[in-house]
Protein backbone atom coordinates (compact mmCIF):
# COMPACT_ATOMS: atom_id res chain seq x y z
CA UNK A 1 0.00 0.00 0.00
CA UNK A 2 1.62 3.15 -0.92
CA UNK A 3 0.30 6.26 1.26
CA UNK A 4 1.92 9.87 0.44
CA UNK A 5 2.52 11.71 3.09
CA UNK A 6 2.02 16.01 2.28
CA UNK A 7 5.93 17.10 3.04
CA UNK A 8 5.65 20.73 2.18
CA UNK A 9 6.35 21.90 6.17
CA UNK A 10 5.58 20.30 10.07
CA UNK A 11 5.86 16.64 10.77
CA UNK A 12 5.53 14.79 8.35
CA UNK A 13 8.69 12.46 9.36
CA UNK A 14 7.05 11.28 12.42
CA UNK A 15 4.00 10.13 9.87
CA UNK A 16 6.42 8.27 7.78
CA UNK A 17 7.62 6.19 10.11
CA UNK A 18 4.27 5.31 11.87
CA UNK A 19 3.04 4.29 8.23
CA UNK A 20 6.18 2.17 7.69
CA UNK A 21 5.97 0.46 11.16
CA UNK A 22 2.50 -0.62 9.88
CA UNK A 23 4.15 -2.17 6.91
CA UNK A 24 3.13 0.50 4.38
CA UNK A 25 4.83 2.21 2.18
CA UNK A 26 5.07 6.23 3.14
CA UNK A 27 6.36 8.42 0.07
CA UNK A 28 6.63 11.93 0.79
CA UNK A 29 4.52 14.62 -1.56
CA UNK A 30 5.76 18.13 -2.83
CA UNK A 31 4.64 18.18 -6.36
CA UNK A 32 1.03 17.08 -7.65
CA UNK A 33 3.17 14.51 -9.97
CA UNK A 34 4.21 12.61 -6.75
CA UNK A 35 0.20 12.41 -6.01
CA UNK A 36 -0.44 9.99 -9.23
CA UNK A 37 0.48 6.50 -7.86
CA UNK A 38 -0.59 6.73 -4.37
CA UNK A 39 -3.64 4.94 -2.39
CA UNK A 40 -4.14 7.37 0.25
CA UNK A 41 -2.55 10.63 1.73
CA UNK A 42 -1.74 12.06 5.39
CA UNK A 43 -1.45 15.78 6.06
CA UNK A 44 0.28 16.26 8.56
CA UNK A 45 0.75 19.31 11.50
CA UNK A 46 2.82 22.06 10.84
CA UNK A 47 1.26 26.08 10.31
CA UNK A 48 -1.23 25.56 8.35
CA UNK A 49 -0.88 28.83 6.35
CA UNK A 50 2.85 27.88 5.34
CA UNK A 51 1.07 24.58 4.42
CA UNK A 52 -1.71 26.73 2.32
CA UNK A 53 0.78 29.27 0.76
CA UNK A 54 3.37 26.60 -0.41
CA UNK A 55 0.77 24.03 -1.76
CA UNK A 56 -0.96 27.52 -4.00
CA UNK A 57 2.50 28.43 -5.11
CA UNK A 58 3.44 25.03 -6.65
CA UNK A 59 -0.16 24.04 -7.92
CA UNK A 60 -1.18 21.39 -5.53
CA UNK A 61 -4.69 22.91 -4.24
CA UNK A 62 -6.47 21.52 -7.19
CA UNK A 63 -4.86 17.99 -7.69
CA UNK A 64 -5.15 17.73 -3.82
CA UNK A 65 -8.86 18.56 -3.65
CA UNK A 66 -9.46 15.92 -6.98
CA UNK A 67 -7.65 13.31 -4.97
CA UNK A 68 -9.55 13.61 -1.86
CA UNK A 69 -12.72 13.29 -3.63
CA UNK A 70 -11.59 9.83 -4.17
CA UNK A 71 -9.01 8.21 -1.85
CA UNK A 72 -8.82 8.45 1.60
CA UNK A 73 -7.25 11.45 3.38
CA UNK A 74 -6.11 12.07 6.85
CA UNK A 75 -5.72 15.10 8.12
CA UNK A 76 -3.76 15.76 11.43
CA UNK A 77 -4.08 19.39 13.30
CA UNK A 78 -3.11 21.66 10.80
CA UNK A 79 -4.31 18.95 7.83
CA UNK A 80 -7.59 18.79 9.77
CA UNK A 81 -7.92 22.94 8.98
CA UNK A 82 -6.53 22.00 5.44
CA UNK A 83 -9.61 19.30 4.69
CA UNK A 84 -12.14 21.50 6.51
CA UNK A 85 -14.91 23.86 4.30
CA UNK A 86 -15.42 26.29 7.15
CA UNK A 87 -12.19 27.67 8.76
CA UNK A 88 -13.98 31.40 9.06
CA UNK A 89 -10.96 33.33 7.56
CA UNK A 90 -9.29 33.82 4.60
CA UNK A 91 -6.44 31.44 3.74
CA UNK A 92 -6.13 28.73 1.35
CA UNK A 93 -7.71 25.34 2.16
CA UNK A 94 -9.05 22.40 0.03
CA UNK A 95 -12.62 22.34 1.97
CA UNK A 96 -14.19 18.78 1.02
CA UNK A 97 -15.29 18.04 4.72
CA UNK A 98 -18.55 19.30 5.93
CA UNK A 99 -17.05 20.29 9.40
CA UNK A 100 -16.29 24.01 10.25
CA UNK A 101 -13.28 24.12 12.47
CA UNK A 102 -11.46 26.99 14.41
CA UNK A 103 -7.71 27.94 14.51
CA UNK A 104 -5.96 27.85 17.17
CA UNK A 105 -9.04 27.19 19.14
CA UNK A 106 -7.35 26.41 22.38
CA UNK A 107 -5.15 29.89 23.08
CA UNK A 108 -1.48 29.89 22.55
CA UNK A 109 1.75 27.16 23.21
CA UNK A 110 1.27 27.93 26.96
CA UNK A 111 -2.53 26.26 26.54
CA UNK A 112 -1.17 23.57 24.57
CA UNK A 113 -1.84 20.17 26.40
CA UNK A 114 -2.21 16.11 26.64
CA UNK A 115 -5.17 13.92 27.55
CA UNK A 116 -6.56 10.86 27.67
CA UNK A 117 -9.48 10.21 24.93
CA UNK A 118 -11.75 7.44 24.15
CA UNK A 119 -12.29 7.24 20.21
CA UNK A 120 -14.82 5.15 18.34
CA UNK A 121 -13.18 2.73 16.25
CA UNK A 122 -10.09 1.64 17.99
CA UNK A 123 -11.19 -0.36 20.84
CA UNK A 124 -12.19 0.48 24.68
CA UNK A 125 -8.35 1.69 26.29
CA UNK A 126 -8.07 5.55 25.83
CA UNK A 127 -5.49 6.63 23.36
CA UNK A 128 -3.46 9.09 25.21
CA UNK A 129 -3.48 12.59 22.91
CA UNK A 130 -0.97 15.21 22.44
CA UNK A 131 -2.56 19.01 21.46
CA UNK A 132 0.01 21.26 19.99
CA UNK A 133 -1.91 25.00 19.84
CA UNK A 134 -4.44 22.81 18.07
CA UNK A 135 -7.65 23.34 16.46
CA UNK A 136 -11.27 22.36 17.42
CA UNK A 137 -14.12 21.21 14.98
CA UNK A 138 -17.06 23.82 16.64
CA UNK A 139 -19.64 22.31 13.84
CA UNK A 140 -19.97 19.13 11.89
CA UNK A 141 -23.11 18.23 9.15
CA UNK A 142 -23.91 15.11 10.24
CA UNK A 143 -26.56 14.56 6.91
CA UNK A 144 -23.42 14.85 5.05
CA UNK A 145 -22.49 11.52 6.65
CA UNK A 146 -19.73 13.61 9.01
CA UNK A 147 -19.75 11.35 12.54
CA UNK A 148 -17.74 12.04 15.61
CA UNK A 149 -15.10 9.65 16.85
CA UNK A 150 -14.22 11.70 19.44
CA UNK A 151 -14.85 14.33 22.32
CA UNK A 152 -13.19 16.08 25.49
CA UNK A 153 -14.46 15.69 28.56
CA UNK A 154 -15.71 18.95 28.19
CA UNK A 155 -17.94 17.90 24.88
CA UNK A 156 -15.55 19.65 22.18
CA UNK A 157 -15.19 17.42 18.83
CA UNK A 158 -11.58 16.18 18.15
CA UNK A 159 -11.97 13.61 15.78
CA UNK A 160 -14.28 13.18 12.49
CA UNK A 161 -14.87 10.89 9.99
CA UNK A 162 -16.90 11.50 6.66
CA UNK A 163 -16.66 8.54 4.33
CA UNK A 164 -12.98 8.37 3.02
CA UNK A 165 -11.58 11.18 5.40
CA UNK A 166 -10.69 11.25 8.39
CA UNK A 167 -9.43 14.31 10.24
CA UNK A 168 -8.04 14.58 14.09
CA UNK A 169 -7.05 17.56 16.18
CA UNK A 170 -4.73 16.00 17.66
CA UNK A 171 -1.25 14.64 16.71
CA UNK A 172 -1.23 11.03 16.90
CA UNK A 173 2.32 10.31 14.55
CA UNK A 174 3.95 11.95 18.08
CA UNK A 175 2.94 9.32 20.69
CA UNK A 176 4.08 5.32 20.34
CA UNK A 177 0.09 4.25 20.03
CA UNK A 178 0.04 3.44 15.83
CA UNK A 179 -4.19 2.98 16.68
CA UNK A 180 -5.00 6.03 14.47
CA UNK A 181 -2.45 4.92 11.57
CA UNK A 182 -3.66 1.77 11.71
CA UNK A 183 -7.37 2.48 11.74
CA UNK A 184 -6.87 4.99 8.77
CA UNK A 185 -4.87 2.28 6.97
CA UNK A 186 -7.71 0.00 7.41
CA UNK A 187 -10.11 3.09 5.88
CA UNK A 188 -7.93 2.12 3.19
CA UNK A 189 -7.68 -1.06 2.50
CA UNK A 190 -11.96 -1.03 2.41
CA UNK A 191 -12.12 1.92 0.38
CA UNK A 192 -9.88 0.15 -2.38
CA UNK A 193 -12.29 -0.78 -5.19
CA UNK A 194 -13.11 -4.73 -5.51
CA UNK A 195 -10.90 -6.75 -8.10
CA UNK B 1 -19.48 12.08 25.57
CA UNK B 2 -17.32 9.15 27.16
CA UNK B 3 -18.51 5.83 26.35
CA UNK B 4 -16.57 4.04 28.48
CA UNK B 5 -16.89 5.71 31.66
CA UNK B 6 -13.39 6.29 31.93
CA UNK B 7 -12.47 9.69 33.76
CA UNK B 8 -8.91 9.49 31.96
CA UNK B 9 -5.78 12.00 33.81
CA UNK B 10 -7.14 14.95 33.37
CA UNK B 11 -5.34 17.45 30.86
CA UNK B 12 -1.27 17.92 31.30
CA UNK B 13 0.24 21.37 30.11
CA UNK B 14 3.71 22.50 29.95
CA UNK B 15 5.16 18.91 29.68
CA UNK B 16 8.06 17.80 27.82
CA UNK B 17 6.23 16.34 25.44
CA UNK B 18 4.03 19.15 24.62
CA UNK B 19 7.23 21.89 24.46
CA UNK B 20 9.33 19.87 22.10
CA UNK B 21 6.07 18.67 19.78
CA UNK B 22 5.74 22.57 19.10
CA UNK B 23 9.08 22.58 17.61
CA UNK B 24 8.28 19.27 15.35
CA UNK B 25 5.35 21.29 13.77
CA UNK B 26 8.11 23.73 12.64
CA UNK B 27 10.29 21.46 11.12
CA UNK B 28 10.84 22.15 7.64
CA UNK B 29 10.32 26.00 7.52
CA UNK B 30 11.91 29.32 8.13
CA UNK B 31 11.66 30.92 11.23
CA UNK B 32 11.90 34.97 10.21
CA UNK B 33 13.55 37.90 13.04
CA UNK B 34 11.22 40.84 12.83
CA UNK B 35 10.93 43.85 14.67
CA UNK B 36 7.63 45.41 13.73
CA UNK B 37 3.54 44.15 13.57
CA UNK B 38 4.30 44.65 9.22
CA UNK B 39 7.43 42.70 9.05
CA UNK B 40 5.66 40.04 10.84
CA UNK B 41 2.85 40.56 8.59
CA UNK B 42 5.37 40.26 5.49
CA UNK B 43 6.86 37.15 7.01
CA UNK B 44 3.33 35.04 7.49
CA UNK B 45 2.55 35.81 3.81
CA UNK B 46 5.61 34.63 2.97
CA UNK B 47 5.18 31.62 4.52
CA UNK B 48 7.24 31.77 7.83
CA UNK B 49 6.77 28.76 10.55
CA UNK B 50 6.96 31.10 13.01
CA UNK B 51 8.53 34.98 13.64
CA UNK B 52 11.11 35.56 16.30
CA UNK B 53 10.30 39.33 17.73
CA UNK B 54 13.23 41.39 18.45
CA UNK B 55 13.94 44.85 18.42
CA UNK B 56 16.93 45.37 16.40
CA UNK B 57 17.93 42.37 14.39
CA UNK B 58 21.72 40.77 14.54
CA UNK B 59 23.40 43.29 12.06
CA UNK B 60 22.00 46.43 13.50
CA UNK B 61 23.19 45.37 16.88
CA UNK B 62 26.54 44.42 15.69
CA UNK B 63 26.86 47.78 13.99
CA UNK B 64 25.29 49.82 17.03
CA UNK B 65 26.78 48.10 20.00
CA UNK B 66 25.66 48.78 23.14
CA UNK B 67 23.36 46.18 25.38
CA UNK B 68 21.07 44.72 23.77
CA UNK B 69 18.29 43.21 26.17
CA UNK B 70 14.48 41.85 25.65
CA UNK B 71 12.55 43.69 23.68
CA UNK B 72 10.05 45.87 25.33
CA UNK B 73 7.02 43.91 25.79
CA UNK B 74 4.52 46.63 24.07
CA UNK B 75 6.05 45.84 21.19
CA UNK B 76 6.32 41.81 21.25
CA UNK B 77 2.38 42.09 22.34
CA UNK B 78 2.24 43.85 18.73
CA UNK B 79 3.99 41.47 16.99
CA UNK B 80 1.51 38.67 18.57
CA UNK B 81 -1.84 40.60 17.90
CA UNK B 82 -0.59 40.65 13.98
CA UNK B 83 -0.12 37.69 12.97
CA UNK B 84 -1.45 33.60 13.76
CA UNK B 85 1.72 31.67 13.37
CA UNK B 86 3.70 31.13 16.54
CA UNK B 87 6.15 33.68 17.84
CA UNK B 88 8.90 33.72 19.36
CA UNK B 89 11.22 36.10 21.51
CA UNK B 90 14.43 36.29 22.78
CA UNK B 91 15.89 36.94 26.61
CA UNK B 92 19.57 37.37 27.25
CA UNK B 93 21.55 34.21 28.56
CA UNK B 94 20.82 33.48 32.17
CA UNK B 95 18.35 36.66 32.58
CA UNK B 96 15.53 34.16 34.03
CA UNK B 97 13.51 37.38 35.23
CA UNK B 98 13.29 38.33 31.27
CA UNK B 99 12.33 35.02 30.47
CA UNK B 100 9.48 35.23 33.32
CA UNK B 101 8.19 38.41 31.40
CA UNK B 102 8.51 36.58 28.24
CA UNK B 103 5.85 33.82 29.85
CA UNK B 104 3.99 36.06 31.40
CA UNK B 105 3.31 37.97 27.73
CA UNK B 106 2.80 34.43 26.32
CA UNK B 107 5.15 34.20 24.18
CA UNK B 108 5.05 30.83 22.16
CA UNK B 109 9.22 30.08 22.37
CA UNK B 110 11.41 31.73 24.27
CA UNK B 111 15.04 31.92 22.50
CA UNK B 112 17.78 32.10 24.84
CA UNK B 113 20.29 34.11 22.91
CA UNK B 114 23.63 34.42 22.54
CA UNK B 115 22.71 37.73 20.22
CA UNK B 116 21.80 39.69 23.15
CA UNK B 117 23.99 40.66 25.72
CA UNK B 118 24.52 37.63 28.06
CA UNK B 119 23.59 38.35 31.70
CA UNK B 120 25.44 35.60 33.57
CA UNK B 121 28.67 34.45 32.02
CA UNK B 122 28.40 30.87 34.13
CA UNK B 123 24.50 30.21 33.91
CA UNK B 124 21.90 30.04 31.73
CA UNK B 125 18.36 29.51 32.45
CA UNK B 126 17.04 26.17 34.25
CA UNK B 127 14.27 25.79 31.68
CA UNK B 128 13.13 22.87 33.22
CA UNK B 129 10.66 25.77 35.35
CA UNK B 130 8.79 27.50 32.62
CA UNK B 131 5.44 26.04 31.05
CA UNK B 132 6.91 28.05 27.96
CA UNK B 133 9.29 25.82 25.55
CA UNK B 134 12.98 27.65 24.72
CA UNK B 135 15.07 26.86 22.22
CA UNK B 136 18.82 27.16 22.48
CA UNK B 137 21.91 27.88 20.45
CA UNK B 138 25.05 25.49 20.04
CA UNK B 139 28.14 25.29 18.23
CA UNK B 140 28.55 21.02 18.77
CA UNK B 141 27.08 18.23 20.69
CA UNK B 142 28.38 19.38 23.95
CA UNK B 143 27.05 22.36 24.04
CA UNK B 144 23.55 21.15 22.76
CA UNK B 145 23.09 18.41 25.06
CA UNK B 146 23.87 20.90 28.31
CA UNK B 147 21.26 22.71 26.81
CA UNK B 148 18.61 19.76 26.84
CA UNK B 149 19.79 18.79 30.15
CA UNK B 150 18.75 22.16 30.96
CA UNK B 151 15.20 21.42 29.48
CA UNK B 152 16.30 23.54 26.02
CA UNK B 153 12.91 21.53 23.40
CA UNK B 154 14.50 22.55 20.60
CA UNK B 155 18.21 23.45 19.24
CA UNK B 156 19.48 25.48 16.79
CA UNK B 157 22.86 26.03 15.87
CA UNK B 158 24.63 29.25 16.58
CA UNK B 159 26.57 30.30 13.11
CA UNK B 160 27.20 33.75 13.48
CA UNK B 161 24.07 36.48 13.72
CA UNK B 162 23.97 39.55 11.67
CA UNK B 163 26.96 38.64 9.32
CA UNK B 164 25.42 37.19 5.94
CA UNK B 165 28.01 34.74 5.91
CA UNK B 166 27.17 31.11 6.07
CA UNK B 167 30.39 29.63 7.03
CA UNK B 168 29.70 29.34 10.59
CA UNK B 169 26.05 28.23 10.64
CA UNK B 170 27.50 25.62 8.58
CA UNK B 171 30.92 24.74 10.54
CA UNK B 172 28.76 24.27 13.54
CA UNK B 173 26.10 21.98 11.94
CA UNK B 174 28.98 20.13 10.67
CA UNK B 175 29.94 20.12 14.26
CA UNK B 176 26.82 18.57 15.90
CA UNK B 177 25.74 16.02 12.91
CA UNK B 178 29.47 14.70 12.76
CA UNK B 179 29.90 14.25 16.43
CA UNK B 180 26.51 12.04 16.76
CA UNK B 181 27.63 10.49 13.46
CA UNK B 182 30.92 9.37 15.35
CA UNK B 183 29.18 8.63 19.09
CA UNK B 184 27.13 6.33 17.32
CA UNK B 185 29.97 4.15 16.45
CA UNK B 186 31.17 3.86 20.10
CA UNK B 187 31.55 1.05 22.07
CA UNK B 188 29.30 1.66 25.02
CA UNK B 189 32.54 1.92 27.51
CA UNK B 190 33.75 4.86 25.91
CA UNK B 191 30.57 6.68 26.46
CA UNK B 192 31.12 7.91 29.79
CA UNK B 193 34.49 9.44 29.01
CA UNK B 194 33.22 10.60 26.14
CA UNK B 195 30.28 12.61 28.37
CA UNK B 196 33.11 14.32 30.21
CA UNK B 197 35.36 15.05 27.60
CA UNK B 198 32.54 17.20 25.78
CA UNK B 199 30.65 18.23 29.09
CA UNK B 200 27.17 16.42 28.24
CA UNK B 201 24.91 14.97 30.78
CA UNK B 202 25.59 11.03 30.47
CA UNK B 203 22.55 9.85 30.03
CA UNK B 204 21.74 12.22 27.14
CA UNK B 205 24.60 11.04 25.35
CA UNK B 206 24.01 7.36 25.93
CA UNK B 207 20.59 8.15 24.27
CA UNK B 208 21.71 9.85 21.60
CA UNK B 209 24.55 7.10 20.47
CA UNK B 210 21.18 4.60 20.92
CA UNK B 211 18.53 6.93 18.51
CA UNK B 212 21.32 8.19 16.59
CA UNK B 213 19.53 11.94 16.79
CA UNK B 214 19.20 14.83 19.39
CA UNK B 215 16.25 14.09 21.45
CA UNK B 216 14.45 17.59 20.54
CA UNK B 217 14.26 19.12 16.76
CA UNK B 218 17.51 21.09 15.38
CA UNK B 219 17.42 24.01 13.10
CA UNK B 220 20.38 25.83 11.74
CA UNK B 221 21.11 29.71 11.73
CA UNK B 222 23.06 32.62 11.73
CA UNK B 223 24.20 34.18 8.67
CA UNK B 224 21.60 32.15 6.24
CA UNK B 225 21.03 35.15 3.51
CA UNK B 226 20.07 33.05 0.00
CA UNK B 227 17.65 30.34 -0.99
CA UNK B 228 20.68 28.37 -1.58
CA UNK B 229 21.79 28.79 2.06
CA UNK B 230 19.10 27.43 3.60
CA UNK B 231 19.02 24.64 1.17
CA UNK B 232 22.46 23.69 2.01
CA UNK B 233 21.83 23.73 5.74
CA UNK B 234 18.51 21.38 4.82
CA UNK B 235 21.20 18.81 2.57
CA UNK B 236 23.75 19.04 5.19
CA UNK B 237 21.10 17.66 8.02
CA UNK B 238 19.19 20.29 9.67
CA UNK B 239 15.23 20.08 10.98
CA UNK B 240 14.69 23.87 9.23
CA UNK B 241 16.31 27.25 9.71
CA UNK B 242 15.92 30.27 10.87
CA UNK B 243 16.82 34.16 9.02
CA UNK B 244 17.35 36.98 10.86
CA UNK B 245 19.25 40.11 9.55
CA UNK B 246 19.65 38.06 6.04
CA UNK B 247 15.49 38.90 4.86
CA UNK B 248 14.70 42.38 6.44
CA UNK B 249 18.08 43.63 5.47
CA UNK B 250 18.16 42.84 1.52
CA UNK B 251 16.70 44.79 -1.30
CA UNK B 252 13.01 42.84 -1.31
CA UNK B 253 12.43 41.07 1.85
CA UNK B 254 8.60 39.97 1.02
CA UNK B 255 10.01 38.04 -2.58
CA UNK B 256 13.54 36.67 -0.71
CA UNK B 257 11.34 35.60 2.50
CA UNK B 258 9.20 33.62 -0.07
CA UNK B 259 12.10 32.33 -2.22
CA UNK B 260 13.75 31.20 1.22
CA UNK B 261 10.70 29.42 2.45
CA UNK B 262 10.51 27.42 -1.04
CA UNK B 263 13.48 26.53 -0.99
CA UNK B 264 13.59 25.26 2.46
CA UNK B 265 10.76 22.72 1.78
CA UNK B 266 12.38 21.95 -1.84
CA UNK B 267 16.21 21.84 -0.69
CA UNK B 268 16.45 19.04 -2.92
CA UNK B 269 15.61 20.16 -6.15
CA UNK B 270 17.68 21.87 -7.60
CA UNK B 271 16.02 23.35 -10.39
CA UNK B 272 13.20 25.05 -8.07
CA UNK B 273 16.20 26.88 -6.11
CA UNK B 274 17.41 27.63 -9.32
CA UNK B 275 13.64 29.05 -9.98
CA UNK B 276 13.35 30.59 -6.63
CA UNK B 277 16.74 32.63 -6.93
CA UNK B 278 16.26 34.94 -9.56
CA UNK B 279 15.66 38.26 -9.77
CA UNK B 280 15.73 38.69 -5.80
CA UNK B 281 17.53 41.88 -5.65
CA UNK B 282 20.37 42.87 -3.57
CA UNK B 283 20.98 40.41 -0.50
CA UNK B 284 22.18 41.65 2.57
CA UNK B 285 25.64 43.28 2.39
CA UNK B 286 27.07 40.85 4.87
CA UNK B 287 30.42 40.70 6.31
CA UNK B 288 33.17 38.20 6.24
CA UNK B 289 33.57 35.73 9.43
CA UNK B 290 36.87 36.39 10.84
CA UNK B 291 38.70 36.13 14.62
CA UNK B 292 37.82 39.72 14.70
CA UNK B 293 34.16 39.70 13.67
CA UNK B 294 33.27 36.41 15.60
CA UNK B 295 31.69 37.79 18.69
CA UNK B 296 28.46 35.94 19.15
CA UNK B 297 28.51 32.36 19.00
CA UNK B 298 31.21 32.31 21.16
CA UNK B 299 28.72 33.54 24.19
CA UNK B 300 27.29 30.67 25.78
CA UNK B 301 28.69 28.05 28.61
Not at chain 1, 61 to 88: N, S, Y
Not at chain 1, 98 to 106: K, L, S
Not at chain 2, 222 to 242: E, H, K, R
Amino acid sequence: MRVGVLALQGAFIEHEHMLKSLGADAIEVRLPEQLETLDALIIPGGESTTIGKLAVTFGLVEPLRRFAQEKPVWGTCAGMIFLAKDIGRDQPILGVMDIQVNRNAFGRQVDSFETDLDIKGIGDEPFHAVFIRAPLVTGVNEKAGVEILSRLEDGGIVAVRQNHLLATAFHPELTGDSRMHQLFLDMVHSSEPAK
Amino acid sequence: MSTNGHSGNGVQKGTETVKRGLAQMLKGGVIMDVVTPEHAKIAEDAGAAAVMALERVPADIRVQGGVARMSDPDMIEGIINAVTIPVMAKCRIGHFVEAQVLEAIGVDYIDESEVLTPADEEYHVNKHAFKIPFVCGCRNLGEALRRIGEGAAMMRTKGEAGTGDVVEAVRHARAVLGEIRRLQNMPPEELMTYAKNIGAPYHLVVEVAETGKLPVVNFAAGGIATPADAALLMQIGVDGVFVGSGIFKSGDPAKRAKAIVEATTHYNDPDIIAKVSRGLGEAMVGINVTPETLVLGKRGW
